[in-house]
T-cell receptor, first 112, second 113 residues
Framework: SQTIHQWPATLVQPVGSPLSLECTVEGTSNPNLYWYRQAAGRGLQLLFYSVGIGQISSEVPQNLSASRPQDRQFILSSKKLLLSDSGFYLCALEARAGNTIYFGEGSWLTVV | QKEVEQDPGPLSVPEGAIVSLNCTYS??????FMWYRQYSRKGPDLLMYTYSSGNKEDGRFTAQVDKSSKYISLFIRDSQPSDSATYLCAMSAVTGGGNKLTFGTGTQLKVEL
């Protein structure tokens, strides 16, 4: 079965500091990968998706970037965090064989 | 107007009650409909997945899609305290590059003993 690992699970970062959130998946090859953000009281917002190594599509203009250096690795980054970057970041995968999307356990980011 | 509307609740019901959770949407291109359950501070878990209109049943859960009304529902029979969570509806249209889900904001459900 498919497994999604995200780390760190929780972090507190000062404004202006860099960010790196990592997501790795197991149990599937060549998946579509996604980064979502969930702010308090709001739905999930799609930030980036990737259909293959090095292929990144951005859904909203923002202070974040994403990279996919390996088939099963997806990284979310920022050079300088803003207060508004605080939230719950979720990595998700879609196996090539289906249309269903599965989420990891998420990373809680608080920018102070 | 949001593409997907969902009553945030909270919805409080007694154990054993039938729960009805609903979403409306405006984009007629949506064809895939999902319900996720999210416990506090956890990632969402996929509960139900349906394509196009109709009903789908899985144990105590029934998902219903009415594309003519742009309305989807999730019914929970014999609700249990362990069903207490936030329920998110999600939907997507077929796209060429990635399955981009549009989510409702979630309905918070509490099942009380």
């Amino acid at each position: 079965s498919q497994t999604i690992h995200q780390w760190p699970a929780t972090l507190v970062q000062p404004v202006g500091s860099p960010l790196s959130l990592e997501c790795t998946v197991e149990g599937t090859s060549n998946p579509n990968l996604y980064w979502y953000r969930q702010a308090a009281g709001r739905g999930l917002q799609l930030l980036f998706y990737s259909v293959g190594i090095g292929q990144i599509s951005s859904e909203v203009p923002q202070n974040l970037s994403a990279s996919r250096p390996q088939d099963r690795q997806f990284i979310l980054s920022s050079k300088k965090l803003l207060l508004s970057d605080s939230g719950f970041y979720l990595c998700a995968l879609e196996a090539r064989a289906g249309n269903t999307i599965y989420f990891g356990e998420g990373s809680w980011l608080t920018v102070v | 107007q949001k593409e997907v509307e969902q009553d945030p609740g909270p919805l409080s019901v007694p154990e054993g009650a039938i729960v009805s959770l609903n979403c409306t949407y405006s984009n007629s291109a949506f064809q895939y409909f999902m319900w996720y359950r999210q416990y506090s501070r956890k990632g969402p878990d996929l509960l139900m997945y349906t394509y196009s209109s109709g009903n789908k049943e899985d144990g105590r859960f029934t998902a219903q899609v009415d594309k003519s009304s742009k309305y989807i529902s999730l019914f929970i029979r014999d609700s249990q305290p362990s069903d207490s969570a936030t329920y998110l509806c999600a939907m997507s249209a077929v796209t060429g590059g990635g399955n981009k889900l549009t989510f409702g904001t979630g309905t918070q459900l509490k099942v009380e003993l």
